[in-house]
């Protein structure tokens, strides 16, 4: 059996999923006429107290749609410096939009007010035009960390005052309200646009919606077809996030709880040298010298579980839907026998 750790997107849909996904009624989206699509975006705006929302291939390509319309060539985003947008989308900021990126060193991917007030740009023209504060949630280079309410809302407040725009990365935003227990409405209130990814923690084989104002989610369609992300009868994808959302989400504290157990086994372990809280599904330690990144994943490897490198001594485990118990006591078999 083969225990795959890399990611939470490496799940498969499941029978059930499959037989929505095949019932769906479908039709040409770029037309607005899919009614599986149209269904998922209501779906997905109201339970994030969003007026509308637009249905997308990925989580990138959501990101990148929402940086492209709240800002203009030369403008600057704030982000943590562990950012998925600035890490993970092949310079999308830059070539997308033209707009730079301004790296804060949060706490564990993180941001808070007062740095981000410290970092807003004053209205000179020789300096560039601070527009947009984005926020990851949970945090995934970060080790998977939550953001409180009263957290993203005192940020939140901020921009609101200094007239700046707000995007929610919420890949993982389902984990992050699974551990405060705070209902998506709350979070959406606080932002202007908010990503949400189906195909991670919730077991989707493609797609995330990008959620927003009226106005916002008319300019971000016309985005998305530039990118050239408009999909015909994506309504059979859009099918699965629909089942995603009445399924899965309830089960996310499965994943963490099986997280926690693969942390405390190897907060024992000698080749650890350090790691970071556990808090969600994602899992990131540091070897000790004796033992490198890719020495670790071929050990693991030899075991049939399957990591990634974050780093030249760094390595992630991330739990998921296709993760079961049994695997949870072979992976904890496997790490205590390696040297
Ligand atoms: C996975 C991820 C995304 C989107 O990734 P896609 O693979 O493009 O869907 C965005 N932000 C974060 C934090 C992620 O982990």
Redesign the pocket.
Known sequence: MLIDLR?D?VTRPSPAMLDAMMKAEVGDDVFGEDPAVISLENKIASMFGKEAAVYC???????QVAINVHTRPGDEVICDST???YH??SGGTAANSGVQAKLLQGDRGRLNAKQIEENINLDFDWLTRTALVSL?N????AGGSVYTFQQMKEISDLCRVKNLKTHL?G??IFNALTITGDKPKNTGALFDSV?V?F??GLGSPV??ALLGSKEFIARARRIRKRFGGGMRQAGYLAAACIYALDHNIARLKEDHKRAAAIGKTLEGMPYVKSMLPVETNIIIFTLNEKLDSNAFIKKLAEQNIKAVAFGTQTIRLVTHLDFTDDMLTEVISALKKIK
């Open positions: 990611s997107t291939a990925s989580g990138t390509m959501t990101n950012s998925h947008i993970y989308e990851e949970t945090a995934n280079r990365d890949a993982r990503s990814c195909s991670k797609g995330s």
